[in-house]
Nanobody
Framework: QVRLVESGGGLAQAGGSLRLSCAASGGTLSRDTSGWFRQTPGKEREFVATIWGTGTTRYADSTKGRFTISRDNAKNTVYLQMNSLKPEDTAVYYC?????????????????WGQGTQVTVSS
């Protein structure tokens, strides 16, 4: 059983930065795909970024150029560096790992999820 624990959320001003971390236990993140998603009340979970076992990354159009997903294999941790934050980035951010199939851009593809961390961006 893979356990994912997110941290690093909080309050930021528009234009500011935050870095989210997702530490894994019970599995090795570098062997498969990991991703970040976000969700606001009443909406479906939205793709943010993914990193494959090979290190290839993909981003949502809304986060491309502002967010960076990375992985530290020694720490078995995936990060999401968020720069130039906007109020519309406000959401609960979830880490996910180990996909059943696909490119890692859909929530239904993932086996394991963290508990989520709140990110709030003020204008």
């Amino acid at each position: 059983q893979v356990r994912l624990v997110e941290s690093g959320g909080g309050l930021a001003q528009a234009g500011g930065s935050l870095r989210l971390s997702c530490a894994a236990s019970g599995g090795t993140l570098s062997r498969d795909t990991s991703g970040w998603f976000r969700q606001t009340p009443g909406k479906e979970r939205e793709f943010v970024a993914t990193i494959w076992g090979t290190g290839t990354t993909r981003y949502a159009d809304s986060t491309k150029g502002r967010f960076t997903i990375s992985r530290d294999n020694a720490k078995n941790t995936v990060y999401l560096q968020m720069n130039s934050l906007k109020p519309e980035d406000t959401a609960v951010y979830y880490c996910a790992a180990y996909i059943l199939s696909g490119l890692g851009t859909r929530a239904t593809e993932y086996n394991y999820w963290g508990q989520g961390t709140q990110v709030t961006v003020s204008s």
